[in-house]
């Protein structure tokens, strides 16, 4: 078909034609002018009829207007579609969102999203949700969550613990989580509640609460089954099964085991009222008779215990025979011992002939006179510091001893040499023609020693003579070795040596 775009007026099968054009086809790049358009890739002139004085009487369609159709409606007109009206162009289709007018180029109230054409109210959603009214300047109810409508103010949902169109309603008070909005049912209870509204309590045997639609037990109290918790367990259970007939828990009867507890213990478990004698699932024993070890008690302890421990032989508690300790009391007390202590060995009291004075002592013979069968007594504490004090002591006592011994052999060693060369024979008669020295006690070694004299004294003193005696060389008898009988008093304690 062949179409004469040139011609001034094209019928409407002529525009349909044309209108058909494939997409495909090369696009319009050459569309000269205001008074043709690009419609699918081909030019098409805005005005369809052309009058014989050149006026166009009418438009390819309502987006043109304009003498030859020339102009584009304006963009504020919905779908962009306008008309001539006189010399007023308006929009035929309306005005897009927030526009209003003629020509939809004024701007709606800015509370509005849409406004009505020719005045102030609003005809769509407020800008603002929490507004409602015609010019949406009224604020939505306080407890509103989320807006309301614009034209009822009622609200979209509520706040936790509201209802009612407008929230102004508070949930029932043992509702937990808040409760719905058009019916006020609670969207669930707090423990112990049941129903729409959490207005009725649970059974009393339920613990935990109960559901809040069927009223059903979550879990019982012990000695209670059932849906609601109101039938009783059976009486050899402590604690049973909600929906079940088994015990759970221990047994009522600590001698009993088994699903139901209707199963005896094995007679060699150990048990009370208060202890439970065996394991309610596996039968096993918790502990074992006295005198019987192994996993199920069936095995005898060894014979020198009264009780031992379950996979051992170590002995438990005193041993059965008070002349034997250790462990396993396989070791015999000493025969000092008239029985002794089961770790330590230490003796409980002394046999016949034996005698100590304090309770930690070893127990040593005795004669009939010193032999005590009193009972030992405890060593205080400061007698124990007292005895350690004096033991320091004497060792530094020795030691002085001996450095003093040592320094008077040095002293010995030098007179033998003799003196500005003389001899010793020389010496010793030299000494015979002399008057004898006086025999006075030299005290100055000790007068060396005043850290000690407060502590220590010494007493020295030959048994056959109360007078102080001197050696050939004139040496006073506070040299050791003259010394019978030496006595430390060091710390209100006395040591001697004969």
């Given amino acids: 078909m062949v179409i004469n ?4 007026n094209l019928n409407q099968q002529d525009i349909a034609v044309l209108a058909k054009v494939s997409t495909t ?3 319009c790049s050459n569309c000269d002018g205001n008074n043709v358009t690009c419609v699918d890739g081909v030019c098409l002139p805005r005005c369809v009829n052309v009058s014989s004085s050149g006026e166009c009487l009418q438009c390819l369609d309502s987006r043109f207007y304009g003498d030859h159709c020339e102009q584009d409606c304006p963009d504020t007109c919905l779908n962009s579609r306008c008309q001539m009206d006189n010399t007023r162009v308006v929009c035929t289709e309306g005005c897009v969102a927030g526009k209003k007018g003629d020509n939809c180029g004024a ?6 999203t849409q406004c009505e054409r020719y005045g102030d109210g609003c005809t769509g959603p407020c800008r603002n949700p929490r507004y409602y009214g015609d010019k949406c300047d009224v604020t939505c109810p306080p407890n509103c969550r989320g807006g309301c409508d614009k034209d009822t103010g009622e609200c979209d949902s509520c706040e936790p613990d509201y209802t009612g169109d407008k929230c102004d309603v508070t949930c029932p008070p043992n509702c937990r989580g808040g409760c719905d909005k058009d019916t006020g049912e609670c969207d669930s ?3 112990d509640y049941t129903g729409d509204k959490c207005d009725v309590t649970c059974p009393p045997n339920c613990r935990g609460g109960c ?3 069927t009223g059903q037990c979550g879990n019982c109290e012990p000695g209670y089954t059932g849906k609601y918790c109101n039938d009783s367990c059976p009486s050899q259970c402590t604690e049973c099964q909600q929906h079940g007939v088994n015990c759970i828990g221990q047994c009522h009867r600590w001698n009993y085991h088994g ?3 209707t199963l005896l213990c094995p007679v060699q478990c150990r048990g009370c009222v208060k202890e439970t004698g065996c394991d309610k699932d596996t039968g096993k024993c918790i502990s074992c008779k006295q005198g019987l070890r192994g996993e199920l008690c069936d095995d005898t302890c060894p014979s020198n215990c009264t009780q031992c421990e379950r996979y051992g032989d170590i002995c438990i508690g005193a041993c059965p025979n008070s002349g034997y300790y250790g462990r396993d009391c396989s070791i015999q007390c000493p025969v000092s011992c008239e029985g002794c202590h089961k770790e330590t060995g230490l003796c409980m009291e002394c046999a016949e002939g034996f005698s100590r004075t304090y309770c930690d002592e070893i127990c040593s013979p005795c004669s009939e ?5 009193t009972t030992c007594r405890k060593r205080k504490t400061d007698h124990t510091v ?10 530094i006592v020795l030691a002085l001893i001996i450095a003093f011994w040592r320094h008077t052999q040095k002293g010995n060693r030098t007179l033998g040499s003799g003196t500005n060369g003389t001899t010793h024979s020389e010496y010793s008669d030299s000494l015979a023609h002399r008057d004898p020295p006086q025999k006075t006690c030299n005290k100055e070694p000790f007068g060396r020693w005043p850290a000690m004299s407060k502590k220590i004294v010494f007493f020295v003193r030959d048994k056959s003579s109360e007078r102080t005696r001197t050696d050939s060389s004139g040496c006073c008898c506070c040299g050791w070795w003259y010394c019978k009988s030496l006595v430390l008093a060091v710390v209100g304690r006395s040591i001697s040596w004969e």
């Avoid at 775009?5 to 001034?8: I, R, T, V, W």
């Avoid at 007292?386 to 060792?395: C, E, K, L, Y």
Wanted: aromatic share 2%; charged share 15%.
């Fill in 5 to 8: 775009l040139s011609s001034k």
């Fill in 25 to 27: 086809s090369t696009p």
């Fill in 107 to 112: 701007n709606c109230p800015t509370a509005c």
């Fill in 189 to 191: 209870c707090e423990p």
């Fill in 211 to 213: 559901d809040k639609d």
């Fill in 259 to 261: 699903n139901n507890c």
């Fill in 369 to 373: 006179n010193t032999c005590y069968r």
């Fill in 386 to 395: 007292a005895i350690t004090t004096g033991t320091v002591a004497v060792v």
